[in-house]
């Protein structure tokens, strides 16, 4: 899995405005990460929780339907979650112009 | 806020691919919609639990800062939750090409 995450976080290094990426893993633990570790753990329980809900209930109005991404647009950041099958990335943006 | 609910049906509905726009109130009660009832109080129910749950959780993180919207891409469609003082906007778009 390390090269398949070296990957992505090259790949989402190159968004606009990119001030951090978290990988998470299916237990909600954060298994790589570029930001500080407290903020890190944060982002990490914020993301698994709204995930787990909003996939849910994307599942729940049509079971044949799934989540693929999520954002937060805040007045300080954007938060972009993208699940992936044994994990999930977060990443996190400065708000655009 | 009839007349601001007209604007902002007005101006959803210019944003390119969308197919229902719907307006709730505080208590979750869809007061605007343009789609078909059983799905509007379905989207108003999701809609107002991720965005409950969603404030709650970037405000934890940071009591300053303010989720200002929220947007699920799904296989099937994309929607976009925007909260007013009042009111919550859920709008749904057909993917993007």
Redesign the interface.
């Known amino acids: 899995m390390s090269a398949e995450i070296e990957e992505i976080l090259k790949r989402y290094s190159n968004y606009p405005n990119v001030s951090g990426i978290i990988i998470v893993d299916s237990f909600a633990i954060p298994i790589k990460t570029t930001m500080e570790y407290t903020l890190t753990v ?2 990490a329980a ?1 993301a698994n ?2 995930l787990a ?2 996939s849910k ?2 599942q ?3 079971s ?13 950041h954007e938060l972009m979650i993208v699940p992936e099958e044994n994990f999930f990335i977060v990443v996190v943006q400065k708000p655009f112009e």
């Open positions: 944060h982002y914020l929780n709204l809900k909003g209930m994307v729940n109005l049509d044949s339907n799934e989540l693929t991404a999520l954002r937060l647009r805040t007045l300080n």
